[in-house]
């Protein structure tokens, strides 16, 4: 697929969304940001812009408020006009231990990780057909590998998996639908025990953690991958 075409990425402000979108904006593509931190999205923004002193359009919404699909559309509308592709790059990826967990953290999860997504490729999908674009998806080997502490989290993704594998079957043939299933993502700044960090590398058969770079790699390809659809490619498991 020839770049110069207009990506909105979803999550953009996060580690992985925003190293996805810096990657598609040096390639060319037109990317449309969202997320909910204004500061960050305006930062991202003038970094990636087109032209020397330009910034990228961007839209700040809450995934857990109800109305924020239909305002990244409305923001849409008043920027690009409409888009061709989505990456879904959600966060975050909270802790809920299942002896405190409570319907709230099910409903918001669900919210973020499930439901606006899915809602998003709805409202979008005359767009997405028009374009035959692509929709790209992050989610968890968690999915299938469960780990402790995260049950919300792991539903949600869970949902979002099903949720797109039938979309891929709606929206086919105009519209292809893929995900990337991720082990962990090594993270610079984390605080955490070596020794257990240690661990969870040994999961992984390559015995290591993933990198951004790595997984942009692995989304740009199935933004490319013009005879893939309802597939999860699990990377780093």
């Given at each position: 697929m020839n770049p110069g075409r207009r990506v909105l990425v979803l999550g953009a402000t996060g580690r992985l969304g925003g190293g996805i979108a810096r990657a598609l904006a040096r390639r060319g593509d037109r990317v449309v940001l969202t997320a909910r931190d204004r500061g960050k999205l305006e930062a991202l923004a003038a970094e990636i812009g087109p032209l020397p002193g330009t910034a990228a359009p961007f839209v700040r919404a809450d995934l857990v408020d109800e109305s924020a699909p239909e305002a990244i559309v409305q923001g849409i509308r008043g920027s690009t006009g409409r888009i061709d592709d989505i990456v879904i790059a959600c966060g975050p990826s909270p802790r809920t231990p299942f002896e405190s967990l409570r319907r709230e953290d099910l409903r918001q999860t669900l919210a973020?990780?499930?439901?606006?997504?899915?809602?998003?490729?709805?409202?979008?999908?005359?767009?997405?057909?028009?374009?035959?674009?692509?929709?790209?998806?992050?989610?968890?080997?968690?999915?299938?590998?469960?780990?402790?502490?995260?049950?919300?989290?792991?539903?949600?993704?869970?949902?979002?998996?099903?949720?797109?594998?039938?979309?891929?079957?709606?929206?086919?043939?105009?519209?292809?639908?893929?995900?990337?299933?991720?082990?962990?993502?090594?993270?610079?700044?984390?605080?955490?025990?070596?020794?257990?960090?240690?661990?969870?590398?040994?999961?992984?058969?390559?015995?290591?953690?993933?990198?951004?770079?790595?997984?942009?790699?692995?989304?740009?390809?199935?933004?490319?991958?013009?005879?893939?659809?309802?597939?999860?490619?699990?990377?780093?498991?």
């Amino acid at each position: 697929m020839n770049p110069g075409r207009r990506v909105l990425v979803l999550g953009a402000t996060g580690r992985l969304g925003g190293g996805i979108a810096r990657a598609l904006a040096r390639r060319g593509d037109r990317v449309v940001l969202t997320a909910r931190d204004r500061g960050k999205l305006e930062a991202l923004a003038a970094e990636i812009g087109p032209l020397p002193g330009t910034a990228a359009p961007f839209v700040r919404a809450d995934l857990v408020d109800e109305s924020a699909p239909e305002a990244i559309v409305q923001g849409i509308r008043g920027s690009t006009g409409r888009i061709d592709d989505i990456v879904i790059a959600c966060g975050p990826s909270p802790r809920t231990p299942f002896e405190s967990l409570r319907r709230e953290d099910l409903r918001q999860t669900l919210a973020v990780h499930a439901v606006a997504p899915l809602l998003l490729v709805h409202a979008l999908a005359g767009d997405l057909t028009q374009a035959r674009g692509t929709v790209v998806a992050l989610t968890d080997a968690g999915v299938t590998r469960p780990y402790t502490n995260h049950v919300a989290y792991l539903t949600a993704k869970g949902a979002l998996q099903t949720g797109l594998r039938a979309l891929a079957v709606e929206l086919a043939p105009e519209v292809r639908v893929n995900m990337v299933s991720l082990g962990i993502v090594v993270d610079p700044d984390a605080d955490g025990d070596p020794l257990q960090m240690h661990r969870l590398a040994t999961r992984s058969p390559l015995g290591r953690f993933g990198s951004v770079e790595e997984v942009v790699h692995v989304v740009v390809s199935l933004l490319d991958a013009t005879w893939a659809t309802g597939e999860i490619w699990g990377v780093g498991r």
